[in-house]
């Protein structure tokens, strides 16, 4: 059985960190491309930022770059999401997802990923 399960979200301050981690089971992790996405009310999800699946190299959404990074512990089963520099707009549900794909448009994409997590509230406040 496939599971995806964040953790890590909360309520932080404007200008502090939070990490967020997924972890995988039920299928081969390290084969997979790990994205990241979020969700703010009444908006569509938006693409944060994906590790792809061997070269670990990792693509970011323009609104995150310079503030938040993605790491993955294949032997956890397991990607981070560290997120600093919080903003108010950074408040969302925030998901991880996988695929098999590595092409970078591709990743942008909510539909080429055929797994999902059930997401972790971030709250930023002032």
């Known amino acids: 059985q496939v599971q995806l399960v964040e953790s890590g979200g909360g309520l932080v301050q404007a200008e502090g960190s939070l990490r967020l981690s997924c972890v995988v089971s039920?299928?081969?992790?390290?084969?997979?491309?790990m994205g990241w996405f979020r969700q703010a009310p009444g908006k569509e999800r938006e693409f944060v930022g994906a590790?792809?699946?061997?070269?670990?190299?990792?693509e970011y959404g323009d609104s995150v770059k310079g503030r938040f990074t993605i790491s993955r512990d294949n032997v956890k089963n397991t990607v981070y999401l560290q997120m600093n520099s919080l903003k108010l707009e950074d408040t969302a549900v925030y998901y991880c997802?996988?695929?098999?794909?590595?092409?970078?448009?591709?990743?942008?994409?909510?539909?080429?990923?055929?797994?999902w997590g059930q997401g972790t509230q971030v709250t930023v406040s002032s």
């Open positions: 590790i792809k699946w061997g070269s670990g190299s990792t």
């Open positions: 039920g299928f081969t992790f390290k084969t997979y491309t």
């Open positions: 997802a996988a695929t098999r794909s590595f092409g970078t448009r591709i990743l942008l994409d909510t539909s080429n990923y055929d797994y």
